[in-house]
């Protein structure tokens, strides 16, 4: 039966839809008029870009796509204190909550925005705990089309509903959004935030806050939104400042890059923890202990003594002839050059001015000396020690009027001094130095002494390549190369909007139980202040780096102990026959650890196919087939997806025999999340979901190095759906949990 208001619903939908058209005709027209000639001067093209920039920022913000404009309306009492009904008259207001503020013609609010304090009850809202409300109304649309209404009543009589029963807000909305199918990007989660979620979106910004979340739980929904009502609630500093989003992999970047735009906020950055480092790319690959050791945080003090070792004393006397006269650099007088300069603050390369700037000195005073010597007199204010700046003559000159100034202009491009300079302290790209130092064992053998033991420095060592831009960075490597270039500062004075390391107001980290401290220490390096959300599952990491706990991820930031942990225990995801599975892989993975709570059932038991010999890649393509088909009618004119979780090994193989079967498949760097069929090694699935998910070969997975971690991700990718695909010995964790179905009744098992 529909429900009785759903008429006068649709009509303010239609009335707030037709007032977001004239607001986008608006911005179309200061857009236009803004390219109309208004004269050529620098002030009337200036005021020309910045109208632009507005009109085009207004535009995008205003863009909705096929998502929903309003999703929710809140009525209130009114009366008494606080927002709640108390003593007094008591009336009643309305809001409607939308993803934007529409205002009318006479620019009353029309459409509350989703950020504004006022909505917030909307998410919080409990029968315990009102906050004022009398109903809170959650809309289901298709498109601009009301389908049906979702009421929930704070009265005495209401409170004991649904609101209380299920501890969730408007279940049925959010079941309706669970059911949906699914495509290669996520959509946002702003018509069905939860009250534990909403408690972290508004989350005050000074500060790292820590979100512990288990698969499913919307962890990195959460922290998209978090960053939306951050620069909603903080728009001056936060706009100017920046705000940036770390993802675990690119792959992962495009299934995220349309919520926040979605949520009418574009300025955003977006990268992975490699991609941070802008001048160099990992192309190659090396032993998984080679990249932990260089995740290790003692390369950070290793990478110190690098750059130490390059500031170093002339091992000989240099001559340089100055007109009739030679002058000479002793290596006793270039050591205390060198210690000079290392006494000074700043990056390397920056100290490289101060030394110049000490050895023109020095020279000065070494031509005053010897004037001295060929004139045969003593005069005032002889040089003392070199390098102590004293010339002997007014403003610096000695007698042949040879100050620091002119001997720099003489000098500086002599082979000699330029030899010299660069033994005591060359100036250094962060690749140069690294290609140097790993390609010569002994200066990583004296470097590591007491730091890293002689086996582990033994792995660092490589063979030089011709040049630094001929070798073939690893992943590892980016994060070394990042510390160096902070150690060492840009080369030139020029570089520094290249070199310089762009820092932000706010920073965003998904997966951080994944990253090694020398890559957390590379994202510390572009928080303004320390604000921060890190969101990610201390059962899920399956990096180099496994952490215990989150102390030991933000042990790496500058945080400087201000930061504060806190979780989600709700799975949305998986549904219960999938969670109670993975729930058996999680006890050998992390003892202890309890797994979120789903939401719901499906009664679609996961299905176990065990392959023959030799027929792994044939019964992989008969499980696609067989969840293809089962996704196709999941939903709305969409077709549902489908993901391949494969063992690297397999990868190709598998792919292969999918494309020969007919299937269109997208992977990693050919298409992913394109196709209905994505086929992706474990790591690149991290934070991604599925309608249903085929695990292939899950022994292969447990023999990693994070094995039955990597198998509980892997297990709970799927939203609907879960077939796993064997050949060899299933392991005994998965084996005996399948049996049961993690303790209830028997699963499926079929044979291709």
Known sequence: MAHPDLPAEQSFLDEAYQRLEVLRADAQAQLKEAFIERGGTFQSYTERDIRVRNSLSRLEKLELGREALVFGRLDRLVGGGDGEPGPGPVGEESYHIGRLAISDAQHEPLVVDWRAPVAEPFYRATGAHPMGLRLRRHFLSEGRHLVD???????????????????????????????RAHTGRMRDIVATVQAEQDEIIRAPLPGALVVQGGPGTGKTAVALHRAAYLLYTHRFPLEGQGVLVVGPNPTFLRYIDQVLPSLGETGVEMSTANGLYRRARA???????????????????????????????????????????????TPEASEELVASARRRAGTHNARRRALEAQLWRHLAAEVDRLEQRAAGSSLP???????????????????????PVELAASLRRRPEVSEMLERMWPRLSAEELLHDFLGAPALVEAAARGLLSPAEASLLHRPRSATAEDVAWTSADIALLDEASALLGPTRRSDREVDGVRTYGHIVVDEAQDLTPMQLRMVGRRSLSGSMTLVGDIAQATGAWAPASWRDVVGHLPVRGNWRQVGLSVSYRAPAEVMRVAARVLSVALPGTLPPEPVRDTGEAPVVVEAGPGGLEEAVVAAVATEVAAVAAVGRGEDGSVGVLVP??????????LRASGTAVGMVGAGALDTQVSVLALQDAKGLEFDSVVVVEPAAVLATAQGARALYVALTRCTRRLSIVHQQRLPQVLASALETGGGEAPLEAERP
């Open 149 to 179: 209404l979702e009421d929930e009543l704070f009265t005495p009589e209401g409170s004991d509903g649904s609101v209380r029963a299920t501890g969730l807000s408007g279940p049925g909305v959010l079941m309706a959004a669970l059911a």
């Open 283 to 329: 192309s190659g690959a090396e032993p998984e202990a080679v990249a932990r050791l260089k995740g290790d945080p003692r390369m950070a003090q290793l990478l110190r003594r690098a750059v130490r070792q390059r500031q170093r004393p002339l091992r000989r006397r240099v001559d340089v002839p100055y007109g009739r006269l030679t002058l000479s650099v």
């Open 381 to 403: 204010g002889a040089p003392g020690r070199p390098g102590d700046g004293r010339t002997g003559g007014p403003g610096g000159a000695g007698p042949g009027g040879a100050g």
């Open 648 to 657: 690297e090994p397999a990868l190709e193989g598998v792919s292969a025999a």
